[in-house]
């Protein structure tokens, strides 16, 4: 095996948190590289439905806790970097500014519409009836808009690679050895690889499991949450919202153009229906999901419509009550940084995070050093449509 390549950090995980957390390492003059087993952006964000949340939906049972503050203010920084800020993101595809916020009638749905009013710096506003979009004409309940932005989570792949190419590596981490003012890991790629980092970042959603382990990591424990995402796929207006009832989010839609067939819209459902997914068969699911999804939007017809769902594995830090924890994770033990941002809208947050934890240690030369060019580099992930059993809607 040839020479340890010497550098700063390495932060194994090509998603957006790993991708956040190679620009800020790189910004701040350290020379940091990523790996990444699978496909950038595979797993956790590609299946994301790419929204900024504004902290409205933690928000429903009345009280802004940490999780709805911490999303609100990052929302904010999201903006700044769409608009073309310090972190030019002004390449990345925005599907919309502004969701719904609609509730089904009855006083639960009421009590969390109220809800949703009472904090933070992003409020729902209401509208009349006669300027609800045509797809909320059967809603019976309060429609609101909300200044809450969706991205395609693809395109901010893209953005945040593609200054970054040579810093990313196909590989699998299969050994990690901490030292004193080091680590060593050892790599499997097209050929086997050593790096000598001062730090190791762990940003590998399920996979950091693996990696804490080989690192003997054990104050970062890790716990899973499975949901199962809804897709509808036909003529279908462009829809970006939430439906409310009481402290939950019923469904939130989120829309995009079909890949293979632009006269498509593929609307990718998720809420409670996405909670309720893992303890049901496929078919059951399907019928489930469907009923949710025709009661909360009554007046649109999905005659020629196809529905397809996918499971999806949150990976997350352990919580008491295995509840969704309510606030991003960046925990450093020893020379080993692990990052979960919980949400994509705290991706940029966990990684400003990381940096004030590694703010003190001294810095190599050469920030911008390359891998090797023999090595493979990663692809993006494909967004979960692309390659969905897709079945007709009776």
Not at 2 to 12: F, H, N, Q, R, Y
Not at 179 to 185: E, G, L, Q, R
């Amino acid at each position: 095996m040839s020479e340890p390549i010497i550098i700063d950090a390495l932060i194994v995980g090509g998603g957006c948190a790993g991708l956040f957390a190679l620009a800020a390492a790189q910004r701040a003059g350290m020379s940091a590289l990523l790996v990444e087993n699978n496909s950038l952006g595979f797993g956790q964000t590609t299946s994301s439905q790419g929204i900024l949340h504004a902290g409205v939906k933690y928000s429903l049972g009345g009280l802004a806790g940490d999780d709805a503050k911490e999303a609100s203010e990052a929302a904010h920084e999201w903006i700044a970097m769409l608009d073309g800020g310090l972190m030019n993101l002004s390449n990345v595809r925005v599907l919309t500014r502004q969701c719904y916020l609609w509730r089904t009638s009855g006083l639960r749905g009421a009590a969390g519409m109220l809800g949703a009013k009472l904090a933070l710096r992003t409020r729902p506003e209401s509208i009349d009836e006669s300027a609800r979009p045509a797809w909320l004409a059967g809603v019976s309940g309060e429609v609101l808009t909300l200044a809450e932005t969706v991205i395609d989570p693809r395109s901010l792949l893209q953005e945040l690679t593609a200054p970054r190419s040579h810093s990313l590596l196909k590989g699998r981490v299969i050994s990690v050895n901490q030292c004193a003012n080091h680590v060593d890991i050892e790599i499997e790629s097209s050929r086997r690889v050593m790096v000598r980092a001062r730090h190791l970042i762990a940003c590998a959603g399920l996979g950091n499991q693996d990696i804490l382990g080989l690192a003997h990591v054990a104050d970062a424990p890790m716990q899973q949450r499975p949901l199962r995402q809804a897709m509808v796929r036909g003529a279908l207006p462009m829809v970006f919202g939430h439906c409310i009832d009481g402290a939950k989010t019923r469904i939130t839609v989120t829309s995009d153009v079909s890949t293979h067939d632009a006269r498509n819209v593929v609307w990718h459902v998720g809420g409670q229906i996405a909670e309720d997914g893992p303890a049901m068969h496929e078919n059951e699911f399907a019928q489930y999901a469907m009923d949710e999804i025709k009661k909360c939007i009554p007046a649109q017809s999905f005659t020629g419509c196809h529905f397809a769902s996918y499971p999806v594995m949150r990976a997350e830090p352990r919580t008491g009550d295995g509840r969704r924890p309510s606030k991003t994770f960046t925990h450093t033990s020893g020379r080993v940084t692990t990052i979960w941002p919980v949400k994509l809208v705290m991706a940029p947050m966990a990684a400003a995070a990381m940096m004030k934890q590694l703010e003190l240690s001294p810095r190599t030369t050469g920030a911008h050093m390359p891998w090797p060019a023999d090595l493979p580099r990663p692809e993006l992930a494909a967004r979960p449509w692309e390659s969905a059993q897709w079945s007709a809607i009776s």
